[in-house]
Structure formats: structure tokens, C-alpha cells
């Protein structure tokens, strides 16, 4: 074996790696779920009567906290902390970076007498002042202008994490400006749901339910992820700085076969898997599904059904999981929406939901949903929310990554539509027509022709794995969000939308009861006037037929195929409306938003670009010249031998392939190096990111055509990087 190939030491050692078992115990779930949180069950323990009510209150109702209850609160979650192990704190929040960030700080305080106590006030858990200088803000603040809070999120729980071999306790908070606007994901994720509440409230107060005070998104983001080994992933510098692979060639064997869907999980994958739910339910993440995905390496993991700013922290920690306890394993943990060509990309389904404070699922149809007015119009709010605000929603899953997925066989097309099945379009059509339909809504039951097995019950409508928005039963699933991705911005883009088509719809009602409608009359004269409005943004097909662009087209929706486009929008005023409208995003915070996700783009593709530059150079074209030098070598040494009858010499076609490449590949990045030293230098970042996309990407798409085809014809022993079969294949 030779001593210059990393690669095949490490092929070879994988034959004899031991299998990898579980480090710790597994007490059932009953036990372990919510051990390593602040919970409800602990605070009504430690928390005097009186201040535990008003805490709830303040979770259920958005009552502020007072300064003293803030004080007898951050004593007893101290005193926690402190039994279980903690010596340090940290406010934990999501900047616009799209991971957290946290700053720990111990609980000890030096006292005149020359030793320590241990402190946590009141006023250090509502608010904490980390350096807000570098993280991203879209001109809102100045490199010299340091100052940013961290306000407590009183509605999640704090918890507790093992950082190195002690215990810190996480809060959960929000970022905002020394001038107050909002400098992260949270922020205005809590006010598009105090928004999407308030103009929920209104249509079921006129609906006559009044006991109604409160509704709340709930969302359960099931989450797609690989797994490769870690010695392998340690010698692909492209996944370890941009995770995807910029070059690679086809595995011999993909997911044609689709034997690795629903397969048995491996023992190795299933001890991971193992550890991973112990510790997310320590943490009070319902985690509840896992299974092999479609791509060979592809795993996905679901959890259960929760509000969206508990879904929202909870997804962050669960990445934070996965990568972690990957890296113990031995494994590393690619979270990227496209880390292999040629096999599916990873998503992260966004189930969404509203309920209101009486615990009812508000598109739950029931068996007559013709009859269920309440129902029809949360239907018609989201089907005008995806019609007249889709564009807001675009651009909550924008991102470099997503841009290579969406569009993919795995993955919706960039143009988002609404599935909602034959019977239930047909209904909404029954009613503009004032039919009273009621054979339509059957899901009936189907015999598998088995005696010994009872009829299966029949589900209402069947799933459209294509569509991008797709109801589900009582449940709409929003399947364009990226597997990197925060999901906050995707669901305060669907709860602005959402808030504004309901408030549009809630004006209408109350002015048609004003006029001398009764409830009925009114109810059905306006869901009439949107659903033959909003109708052409529901598609039950096949969205990857290339028939349904066109068709796409011709109803007037938008086809916003990257990122770029997306954004370049943002600032539209209709796009600003729907953020402004209900006080969720201010003119300000949206342009910083657009610049920071502008600016994002545009150093993802120039970190890509310079792994391109940098592996082309240093680790494929050497390899590839050395070849070719042993092309050139055979081919002379075989010009002074007898020629066969043959008119095929194997040895003259092998030298000019590899010339052929090789020269290409030469020339493609020079071309490279002189594109990225123009357009680095060009001022304005929509500029930027236009030339990012249109030049750079397609040189990069080029470039790796070319080092793809070297790795089919260059001696595998000589070849640097793990290649797919090594990664997706364990």
C-alpha cells in the first residue's frame, strides 16, 4: 500500500473498523424526556404559586414579566443548574449567520471577603449584551457600533448542555440592536405569531367562538441528513469548507435500485440513531420517527408536532445533535441540501398547522367541510397567502445550497403551488357553485384481498410528493425548506402571509355583516369572491412534468428558479407589505435581511469557487499530469513495437482523453482565476451575486465536468479524494 494515498489507508481500515455501540445507557423514554430542561413540572416544584401562575401567563397570554418574578425565577433555575452540574450560563440565539450563537459567562460573583458566590439575577436572565460587531446585520449597525442585546424567551424552556466536561445552562433568548431592531431569526418569528393570533381571533370571534384567546402555529420539521465516515470526510477539504462535494464523480451504484428507502438501519447507523434520541429527549424534543432515506448514506429523523418557537429552537438543537454525536461515532454529520451530484438532495419538511387555545386543529376538515365554514376560510387564507404572497415565501428558502436541490427529482420546483387533492378541490368547487356536496368527501375503504385482514380505511386524498405546499389531512406541508436551513424564516414568511390573507378576508366578512349580511350570507358571498380568485395557485399533478411550467405560466405564478431572483424582490412593495403590515419586519429590517442574504450567497459560491481553484490545482492537475506523463511514456514505448491489424490502439485513445481533459481543465480555471479577480472587485452586492450566479457557477459546473471525467480515467491508487463509492457506500 502506498504511503502517498491517505484515501486507500483509509478504504482498507474500514473493512476491519469494530462496530460502534452506544455510550451511555438507555433508560426508557418516560424517564429520560425533559431531564436536561427547565420544565413546567419543575417550575410549579420551585417556583412560589403565585409567580409560577404569572409565568404561565405570560407563556399562554404575552404577559411581560415583572422585575421581581424575573429575580425568584432565575434563582430557582440557578439553583438547578447548580444540583445538576452547571457552573456557567449563556444566552443562546439565532443571529442571521443561520446557526446560534451563545457567549458563556459563570455564575461565581468575588465578594468583598475575598471568595466567591454563586449569582444569576433577574436582570442577567432577561437581558445580556453580547458584541454584536461582527455578526451580519445588513448596514443596521457598524463594525464600531458593538452593542446588541439578548432578551429572555420566557415561552421556551431553558436547558442544559455538556460543553467540553461541564454542564452550561442555555437560555433561550432574542438579538436585537442597540436601536431595537431585530438582528436574528427569532424576533420576527414571535411577532409573525402574535400577528397570524390576532387575525385568526378575529375570524373565529365571528365565527361566534369566543373563549378563543390565543392561536398558535405548530410545526414538526422532519429533518433529512447522511452520514459518512469520518476519515473519509477529514481528506475532502470540500466538504469539510463548503459541505457538498465540488467534484465527484457516480458511484457505480446510486439509488437506482431504491433498496436503501425503508431499509433495515445498519447496526453502526442504529446505535448512532440510538444516542442521538436519548439525548433530544433529554431536552425535551419529541423526536419519534427514523428511517433510511432514498440516497444510499441518507437518513431522516421526525419529530412530533409542537409550537413554532419551540419547533424552531428545537430543530437548531437537533442539528447540533446530529453533528456532535456524529463526530463521536467516528461518522461526520452533512447537513447540506446537495452534498452528492447525482442522488438525492436533503430537505426538511415543514408541517404547519394552527391551533387555537381551546386545543382544536383549525384545518381539521371534519366529515362535511362544506358545512365547516370556520374551515373554509382558513383554507382560502392559505390558498390566497400561496397565491398573492408567494414570493415572501421564496425567499424564506433561499440559500446557495437549497438553490441546488430545489427543482431536482427530490425536491419541489421553485414554483410553489398548492396540493390539495381531487375531493377537496372538487368541494371548493361544489361550494363557489352552491352545491351542497357530500358524495365527494368519502375515503371509503380498500380490501387487500387478504381474508384474514380487515379492510384498510382509505385516507380522504393521497400525498403529492412533488407539490411544494401539500395538504396532508389537517396539516400543510411546506417542502421547499432547505435541510440546512433555520426554519424560521420560512414559517415568519407563511405566518406574515398567512396574518395578511386572513386580515384581508376578516375585513371582507365584518363589512358584509356591517351591510346587513347575516353570518352565512356573508361567509359564503366572500369565500366564493377568493376561492374563484385564488383557485389557479392549486395543483394536483405532477409538478416535474415539464407541461406544468408552461401551465404555471399561463396562471400567472412565479417561476423564481435561484435564490438571486428571489431576493432581488424582497424589496418590492407588495413583498414589503406583507412584513410591514403587521408590524413584523420594518422597512430597515427587511433591506438588511435582503443585503445579508445577498451577501451570503455571494461568499458561499467564492468559497466554492476557491476549493475549486485550490483542489484543482494542487490536488487534481498534478495527478492528472502524471497520467498523462504515463500516457505519453507507454505511448512512445509501444511506437517501435509491431503494429496489430487492429486500427484501435487503446493506448493512443487513453493519451488523448487525458490530453483532452486535462488541457480543458487547465484553461477553465485560468478562466476562473481571472472571473473571481474581476467580479471580486466589483462593487454593489446585487451585482456581485448576479455574477456569482451567472458566471462563476457555470465556470465551477464546467470545471468539475472535466475533473469528473479525469477521475474515470486516472489510476484509482493515484486518485486523492474519497470518491462516492467509498463515501455513500459503508
Known amino acids: ?169 442555555y437560555v433561550p433568548t432574542i438579538f436585537l440592536s442597540h436601536t431595537g431592531e431585530a438582528l436574528d431569526a427569532k424576533t420576527p418569528l414571535l411577532r409573525s405569531q402574535e400577528a397570524v393570533s390576532k387575525q385568526a381571533i378575529r375570524i373565529l370571534h365571528f365565527f361566534g367562538n369566543e373563549k378563543v384567546s390565543r392561536v398558535r402555529g405548530m410545526v414538526g420539521p422532519e429533518q433529512e441528513y447522511f452520514l ?95 453533528r456532535d454525536t456524529a463526530g463521536e461515532y467516528g461518522l461526520a454529520c452533512l447537513l447540506h441540501e446537495k452534498p452528492f451530484a447525482g442522488v438525492n438532495g436533503s430537505g426538511k419538511h415543514n408541517n404547519w398547522s394552527l391551533c387555537d387555545s381551546e386545543g382544536h386543529n383549525l384545518f381539521d376538515p371534519g366529515p362535511t367541510p362544506w358545512k365547516n365554514s370556520q374551515f373554509m376560510v382558513f383554507l382560502a387564507a392559505v390558498l390566497r397567502a400561496v397565491h398573492k404572497y408567494s414570493i415572501p415565501l421564496r425567499i424564506g428558502v433561499t440559500g446557495a445550497g437549497n438553490d441546488h436541490r430545489l427543482g431536482a427529482n427530490e425536491a419541489p420546483p421553485a414554483i410553489l403551488s398548492v396540493f390539495l387533492g381531487d375531493q377537496l378541490t372538487d368541494v371548493i368547487k361544489a361550494f363557489s357553485e352552491g352545491k351542497s356536496d357530500t358524495e365527494t368527501w368519502r375515503g371509503g375503504a380498500m380490501s387487500p384481498g387478504i381474508s384474514a385482514l380487515a379492510p384498510l380505511a382509505r385516507d380522504i386524498t393521497d400525498r403529492n410528493r412533488t407539490s411544494p405546499f401539500a395538504f396532508t389531512g389537517n396539516k400543510f406541508e411546506f417542502r421547499a425548506v ?41 361567509t359564503r358571498k366572500v369565500l366564493v369572491k377568493f376561492f374563484d380568485q385564488h383557485l389557479p395557485v392549486v395543483f394536483n399533478g405532477n409538478n416535474y412534468a415539464p407541461e406544468w411550467e408552461e401551465e404555471a405560466k399561463k396562471r400567472g405564478l412565479w417561476n423564481l428558479k435561484d435564490s438571486v431572483t ?16 403587521h408590524g413584523i419586519l420594518s422597512e430597515r429590517e427587511i433591506e438588511s435581511r435582503q443585503e445579508v442574504l445577498l451577501e451570503n450567497y455571494i461568499k458561499v459560491v467564492h ?28 505511448l512512445n514505448a509501444v511506437s517501435s513495437l509491431p503494429k496489430p491489424t487492429s486500427s484501435v490502439k487503446p493506448e493512443e485513445l487513453n493519451f488523448q482523453k487525458l490530453y483532452t481533459h486535462v488541457a480543458e481543465l487547465s484553461s477553465l480555471l485560468d478562466k476562473l482565476d481571472a472571473t473571481h479577480v474581476r467580479l471580486d472587485a466589483t462593487d454593489g452586492v446585487m451585482i456581485k451575486a448576479q455574477g456569482a450566479r451567472d458566471e462563476l457557477l457555470p465556470l465551477l459546473t464546467k470545471i468539475r465536468a472535466e475533473v469528473d471525467a479525469l477521475e474515470l480515467l486516472v489510476d484509482d491508487a493515484e486518485w486523492p479524494l474519497p470518491k462516492y463509492g467509498e463515501l455513500l457506500w459503508q
Request: glycine share 6%; with cysteine; aromatic share 8%.
Open 1 to 169: 500500500m502506498s504511503a502517498k494515498s491517505p484515501r486507500l489507508y483509509v478504504r482498507a481500515s474500514l473493512a476491519t473498523k469494530p462496530p460502534v455501540l452506544p455510550t451511555s445507557d438507555n433508560p426508557p423514554p418516560a424517564e429520560l424526556f425533559g431531564r436536561d430542561i427547565f420544565s413546567l413540572k419543575l417550575m410549579r416544584e420551585r417556583l412560589p404559586k403565585t409567580v409560577f401562575e404569572r409565568l404561565l401567563s405570560t407563556i399562554d397570554n404575552d404577559d411581560p414579566i415583572t422585575p421581581s418574578d424575573a429575580d425568584v425565577i432565575a434563582s430557582a433555575m440557578k439553583d438547578w443548574a447548580i444540583e445538576r452540574g452547571a457552573t456557567h450560563f449563556t444566552h443562546w440565539f439565532q443571529p442571521l449567520t443561520g446557526v446560534t450563537a451563545e457567549k458563556h459567562d459563570a455564575f461565581l460573583t468575588p465578594t468583598p471577603q475575598g471568595d466567591i458566590i454563586n449569582e444569576f439575577s433577574g436582570k442577567l436572565l432577561i437581558k445580556g449584551e453580547p458584541d454584536a460587531s461582527s455578526f451580519p446585520s445588513g448596514g443596521i449597525r457598524s463594525t464600531f457600533e458593538a452593542r446588541g442585546y439578548t432578551a429572555w424567551d420566557p415561552t421556551s424552556p431553558a436547558f442544559l448542555l455538556k460543553s467540553g466536561q461541564r454542564l452550561t445552562l
Open 228 to 322: 459518512v465516515d469520518r476519515r473519509l470526510y477529514n481528506l475532502r477539504p470540500d466538504l469539510i469548507m463548503s459541505g457538498r462535494t465540488i467534484f465527484g464523480a457516480p458511484a457505480p451504484k446510486g439509488q437506482e435500485l431504491e433498496d436503501h428507502y425503508f431499509g433495515a438501519i445498519s447496526p453502526k447507523i442504529l446505535s448512532f440513531m440510538t444516542e442521538v434520541e436519548n439525548r433530544l429527549w433529554a431536552l425535551g424534543i419529541p423526536a419519534r420517527t427514523r428511517h433510511n432515506e432514498v440516497a444510499p448514506a441518507q437518513f431522516e429523523l421526525a419529530p412530533l408536532y409542537e409550537p413554532i418557537n419551540l419547533a424552531v429552537d428545537h430543530n437548531m438543537l437537533l442539528l447540533k445533535v446530529l
Open 482 to 522: 432547505g435541510s440546512s436551513q433555520s426554519i424560521a424564516p420560512p414559517n415568519t414568511a407563511l405566518n406574515a402571509a398567512v396574518a395578511c390573507a386572513l386580515d384581508d378576508i376578516a375585513t371582507e366578512l365584518e363589512k358584509a355583516a356591517a351591510d346587513g349580511a347575516d353570518r352565512d350570507q356573508a
Open 566 to 581: 428571489a431576493l432581488s424582490h424582497f424589496t418590492d412593495p407588495e413583498v414589503q407589505d406583507v412584513y410591514i403590515r
Open 607 to 634: 468559497v466554492e469557487t476557491k476549493l475549486v481553484q485550490t483542489l484543482g490545482r494542487s490536488s487534481i492537475l498534478p495527478v492528472a499530469l502524471n497520467s498523462l506523463k504515463k500516457a505519453a511514456d507507454l
